[in-house]
Structure formats: C-alpha cells, structure tokens
C-alpha cells in the first residue's frame, strides 16, 4: 500500500512552534528521499524541505533556514518538520511527499492529504 499519513497540524501563536509528522509506507520509505510542501491560501504549492534516503543532505527553502529542521526515523518509517519562530506567513497546508530515489532533487510523486498550520499574530 502506498501512503503518507501527516499529523501536527494546528492553531499557534506566532513565535511558537509545532512539530509535523509524516508516516510514510514501506514502499514509499525504503531507499527514497522524502520532503515537506506547502500551499496557502491563493498560492501556488511551495518547496519547503527535504532529506535524502541516506539523511546527510536537506535542503530547507530560504524562507525557512534557521526556523525550520527536517529529519526523520528510519525506525518508525517517518518523516518530521519541526518548526519554530512561527511566523503568519507560515499559515499554509503542509504537505508530506515522496519520490522515487534517494535524492532529494526531482519529481516527488507520493503525497499525504496534507495538515493545516495556522499561525495567529
């Protein structure tokens, strides 16, 4: 079976922070890189981060660097965006995706149904 399962969504007070967790398929899992997206309202989906299949490269989009961290645990077959230093800018669907091979440049082509994040002033 092929899925993505986000949780930790939720309403924050702008310089909080909130962890979002992805729980991914063997399939989609095993050997691949994973990553973070996010769409808010009227825009068009944005590249947030992501770790490869081996975990020694991220990449984390500007706007993000220094607030946001990716990283996951092979063990429960998951991936993680811990986010801090909230900012309403941050309000957005996240979404966790996966592709096919363990770069984490290319066409991700697995997606979860996405977590809303709402940062409050």
């Known amino acids: 079976q092929v899925q993505l399962v986000e949780s930790g969504g939720g309403l924050v007070q702008a310089g909080g922070s909130l962890r979002l967790s992805c729980a991914a398929s063997?399939?989609?899992?095993?050997?691949?890189?994973m990553g973070w997206f996010r769409q808010a309202p009227g825009k068009t989906r944005e590249f947030v981060a992501a770790?490869?299949?081996?975990?020694?490269?991220?990449f984390h989009t500007d706007s993000v660097k220094g607030r946001y961290t990716i990283y996951r645990d092979i063990d429960k077959r998951s991936v993680y965006l811990q986010m801090n230093r909230l900012k309403r800018g941050d309000t957005a669907v996240y979404y966790c995706?996966?592709?096919?091979?363990?770069?984490?440049?290319?066409?991700?082509?697995?997606w979860g149904q996405g977590t809303q994040v709402n940062v409050a002033s």
């Open positions: 063997v399939r989609i899992f095993r050997g691949n890189a």
């Open positions: 770790i490869s299949w081996t975990g020694d490269e991220t």
């Open positions: 995706a996966g592709k096919d091979g363990e770069n984490w440049r290319g066409l991700y082509k697995y």
